[in-house]
C-alpha cells in the first residue's frame, strides 16, 4: 500500500483540542464580545458597517414587493378619490339647488315682510293667498287664489302686494277664491293724484301694465311720475295705498277730458302670492263707512266727478254687499 492511501483524510477541525475545550474558548469569547459591546460600543460600528454592505441586497430583493404595494396604492388611492370627487360633486349640486330654492324663499320671505309692513298701520288682520290659476282669456285680469271662505275671505276684500294695490276679491268659495285685478277691463278704482289730491277712477285696460285715467279735465293738475294712490271711496280701499305711476299724459285741445295712462305698482304678472286684508273701518271716511262692503260701481246717468259726467265705459262690474261684520265670510258662490 502506497504512503498515499495510508493517509488519513478526516476533517482537521476533529484534530486538536476537544470539543469540550473549543466551546469554553468560543463561550469566553462570546462573553468578552458582549462586554466590549457594551462598555465601548464596537460592535454598533461594526454592525452598522455590516448593515451598509449588505442594504443594496436588501433593497434589490425588497424592491418588487413595494412596487406592487406602490401600484396598488396608487389605484387605490385614485379610485377612492375619483368616488370622493363624484359624491363631493353630487353634493354640491344638492347644496346648489338647496341655495337656489333658499334665496327664492329669502325673496318671497322680504316681499311678505314688505306687504306687511305697508298694510300694518291699517290693517286688522291679512292672509297670504298663494295663486293657483290665471285666467288665460286675454280680456280678463283675473287669478285664483287657494283661500277661500273657510278662512273668511269674503267677496269685495282687497288684495295687495308689496308694491300697491293688486286687486279684490270677486268670487268666494270654500277653500278658493277669484281675485279680478286692477287691470281688468271690468275694474274701476277711485283714486286720487297724491302730489294735487286730484281725484278719479283708474280703469283697467286688459293689460298687467296699464291703466288710464279717463275722466280728469283738462286743466287737472297732473304730469308724467306723478303718483296715483288710493282715495278711500268706495270703502274697498283705505285712502293712501299706492295704485299706479302716472305715464303718458295727452292734451287734446280738442276734446274736454285728458288722455293718461298710468302702470300699475303691483306686480300684476310677476306676484306668486298676494295678501289679503281685513282693515280696520275707522280708518274711512263716515261717508265711505255707509257704503264699505261695496265694490265701486259707476252710474253712467247719475255719477259725476268734479262735474265731468262719468260715461258708460266707466262701470265696474259690482259686487254683492259685504257682511257688516268684514271678518265674518260671505255666503258661499
Do not use: C
Not at 298687467?208 to 270703502?235: F, T
Amino acid at each position: 500500500m502506497s504512503p498515499i492511501q495510508d493517509q488519513d483524510h478526516r476533517p482537521l477541525l476533529l484534530e486538536g483540542p476537544s470539543l469540550g475545550l473549543r466551546l469554553a474558548i468560543l463561550a469566553a469569547a462570546a462573553v468578552a464580545l458582549m462586554v466590549a459591546d457594551h462598555q465601548q460600543q464596537y460592535i454598533g460600528v461594526v454592525r452598522g458597517w455590516l448593515s451598509a454592505a449588505v442594504y443594496p441586497v436588501h433593497w434589490i430583493v425588497d424592491a418588487p414587493g413595494s412596487a406592487w404595494r406602490a401600484a396598488s396604492e396608487t389605484l387605490t388611492t385614485r379610485r377612492g378619490l375619483t368616488e370622493e370627487n363624484d359624491r363631493l360633486k353630487a353634493e354640491n349640486r344638492e347644496i346648489r339647488l338647496r341655495l337656489l330654492r333658499f334665496d327664492s324663499l329669502e325673496q318671497e320671505n322680504q316681499r311678505l315682510r314688505e306687504a306687511r309692513a305697508g298694510s300694518a298701520r291699517v290693517a286688522e288682520r291679512s292672509l297670504v293667498a298663494e295663486i293657483l290659476r290665471v285666467d288665460l282669456d286675454p280680456y280678463r285680469q283675473r287669478v285664483l287664489v287657494n283661500k277661500g271662505s273657510r278662512e273668511d275671505v269674503f267677496v269685495g276684500q282687497a288684495a295687495l302686494d308689496a308694491t300697491g294695490v293688486f286687486g279684490q276679491v270677486m268670487r268666494v268659495g270654500p277653500v278658493s277664491a277669484e281675485i279680478i285685478m286692477i287691470s281688468d277691463p271690468d275694474h274701476a278704482i277711485p283714486v286720487q293724484i297724491n302730489r294735487t289730491g286730484v281725484r278719479t277712477i283708474a280703469v283697467g285696460q286688459g293689460q298687467a301694465g296699464n291703466l288710464m285715467l279717463p275722466y280728469l279735465p283738462r286743466n287737472a293738475d297732473i304730469v308724467e311720475g306723478d303718483l296715483v294712490v288710493s282715495s278711500g271711496l268706495g270703502g274697498v280701499f283705505p285712502p293712501g295705498y299706492p295704485v299706479a305711476k302716472v305715464g303718458e299724459v295727452r292734451r287734446d285741445p280738442s276734446e274736454p277730458l285728458l288722455s293718461v295712462s298710468a302702470a300699475p305698482l303691483a306686480q300684476l304678472d310677476r306676484d306668486p302670492e298676494v295678501l289679503l286684508v281685513w282693515f280696520d273701518n275707522r280708518v274711512m271716511e263716515p261717508d265711505d263707512e255707509a257704503s264699505a262692503g261695496q265694490s265701486l260701481q259707476v252710474d253712467p246717468h247719475a255719477a259725476t266727478l268734479e262735474g265731468v259726467p262719468v260715461p258708460d265705459t266707466a262701470a265696474a262690474e259690482p259686487a254683492p254687499e259685504l257682511p257688516a261684520d268684514p271678518t265674518t265670510p260671505a255666503a258661499g258662490n
